[in-house]
């Protein structure tokens, strides 16, 4: 359910340098690091039946533990993507074989796609179907407080790493810049996937905490009341 892309790309400038000048890398704008969300739109699908939900594999476990046989009236599937993209700089000096490599952007970019489904048996405009979209609403609203949360925490780390590492590299060789950037690209990279694997764990136990005994049986203590028929 979950998904991690890792995307680098680099842009490349040349900036030829007299033998008798002296290099300095200076970079002329600071590194930018964005951190963004990208919310689809929700998505429904009230046409699967009970057995058919009962085949969607989903991350949550059931509260009534295995031994208990139980089916599947409703569920949220959906995950949280991350895609990660750098970009650098390359200022070359061919004359005296020498370089700088500026880090230009960092742009991690999280979305959340969301599908929710509702058993067939349960029309729509019936108890069971609206208070089953209530529940299933309560696990995209976890998703949205957990991205809103990563958003901060992974920029935050970002900016640690590049303090300790740098934005600026040189003069070094030329020979020697591809592995400098592999080498800073390499730990931006583990920043997201680190934390990635940390979010997708938090959001694990948020997700499992919604399904629980206590939401179950209020929904259906709930719409089994408003089905009884009334006294006169």
């Known amino acids: 359910m ?8 680099g842009l490349l400038t040349m900036a030829p340098t007299p033998v008798s000048a002296a290099i300095e890398c200076h970079a002329k704008i600071p590194p930018r690091i964005n951190v963004r969300p990208t919310k689809g739109r ?4 009230f046409t699967k039946n009970k057995a058919a939900l ?8 059931s509260p009534y533990g295995p031994r208990h046989k139980t089916t599947v009236s409703g569920l949220m599937s959906g995950s949280i993507q ?6 650098f700089i390359h200022e070359t000096h061919p004359y005296l074989n020498k370089g700088c490599l500026f880090l230009k ?6 979305k ?5 489904f509702i058993a067939s048996e349960y029309p729509k405009g019936g108890c069971m179907h609206t208070a089953i979209l209530a529940h ?3 696990h995209i609203e976890a998703d949205q407080l957990i991205v809103n949360k990563y958003i901060n925490l992974i920029g935050k780390e970002l900016e640690r790493v590049v303090d300790v590492r740098g934005s600026t590299h040189g003069p070094m060789k030329k020979v020697r810049m591809d592995e400098v950037q ?3 690209r390499q730990a931006l990279n583990n920043v997201v996937i680190k934390m990635n694997d940390r979010m997708n764990r938090e959001r694990r136990k948020r997700q499992q905490d919604i399904d629980n005994i206590e939401e179950y049986e209020h929904i259906g203590v709930r719409c089994k009341s408003m089905n009884q028929p009334r006294r006169r």
Do not use: C, H
Not at 54 to 61: A, G, P
Not at 112 to 116: A, C, H, L, S, Y
């Open 2 to 9: 979950f998904g991690l892309v890792i995307i680098m790309a």
């Open 105 to 110: 952007d960092v742009n991690v970019q999280i």
């Open 136 to 138: 299933e609403f309560k």
């Open 182 to 184: 592999e080498d800073l």
């Open 54 to 61: 009962n085949s969607v594999d989903v991350d949550t476990i």
């Open 112 to 116: 959340v796609d969301p599908t929710i």
């Open 82 to 87: 991350l895609k990660n993209n750098l970009s």
């Open 42 to 45: 929700i998505k429904y699908d």
